[in-house]
T-cell receptor, first 111, second 116 residues
Framework: DAGITQSPRHKVTETGTPVTLRCHQT?????MYWYRQDPGHGLRLIHY???????DKGEVSDGYSVSRSKTEDFLLTLESATSSQTSVYFC??????????FGPGTRLTVL | EDQVTQSPEALRLQEGESSSLNCSYTVSGLRGLFWYRQDPGKGPEFLFTLYSAGEEKEKERLKATLTKKESFLHITAPKPEDSATYLC?????????????????FGQGTILTVHP
């Protein structure tokens, strides 16, 4: 257990509404990542952070923004949710050997 | 662009029937190759890291090996509890500034089902 929690674990929302997903870690890791996982696409990186207030885009960042105001929290925001953002979202932290440890995931459905 | 391809997409085995999963990659200057196990409804669970060709890692019935072009996950005498999706990921070399930020590129996974 890498001490990673995600909230909420499940969410159903409507198209056009803003949504914020939270990732919380308890072990002071510098690097944190947000992925989405979809059938046929595997895990794809949305955004990542390499320190407080230091973030950058991954391969599928359109429609998403992130913030990291504290080491332990990394927030993913969908400014105006669309049905194409229905997915399972995973947060991860980077370990000492460059391996990543994942949280339990958030299942998001956009109607 | 870094490519990671896993095969087969799905594998069905009888309990005790050994087999191998494949992960091929096109990254040059690989900094690390990672194997994960993912159970339905859960996040990926880290299994192994391999850094250089010829390296092997073992854990219970699993053994991971690495060549310059691919990695294999060998499963010896599998049990039903080994049923899961197995993912591999690669870490490309650092950029010109010397930092990769630990980003990984994942394959699409192999769904393993072991029947009793």
């Amino acid at each position: 257990d890498a001490g990673i929690t995600q909230s909420p674990r499940h969410k159903v929302t409507e198209t056009g509404t803003p949504v914020t997903l939270r990732c919380h870690q308890t072990e002071n890791h510098r690097y944190m990542y947000w992925y989405r996982q979809d059938p046929g696409h595997g895990l794809r990186l949305i955004h990542y952070s390499y320190g407080v207030k230091d973030t950058d885009k991954g391969e599928v960042s359109d429609g998403y923004s992130v913030s990291r105001s504290k080491t332990e929290d990394f927030l993913l925001t969908l400014e105006s949710a669309t049905s194409s953002q229905t997915s399972v979202y995973f947060c991860a932290i980077r370990g000492l050997g460059n391996e990543q440890f994942f949280g339990p995931g958030t299942r998001l459905t956009v109607l | 662009e870094d490519q990671v391809t896993q095969s087969p997409e799905a594998l069905r085995l009888q309990e005790g029937e050994s087999s191998s999963l494949n992960c091929s990659y096109t990254v040059s200057g690989l900094r690390g190759l990672f194997w994960y196990r993912q159970d339905p409804g859960k996040g990926p669970e880290f299994l192994f890291t391999l850094y250089s060709a010829g390296e092997e890692k073992e854990k219970e019935r699993l053994k991971a090996t690495l060549t310059k072009k691919e990695s294999f996950l060998h499963i010896t005498a599998p049990k039903p509890e080994d049923s899961a999706t197995y993912l591999c990921a690669v870490q490309p070399p650092t950029n010109a500034g010397g930092t990769s930020y630990g980003k990984l590129t994942f394959g699409q996974g192999t769904i393993l089902t072991v029947h009793p």
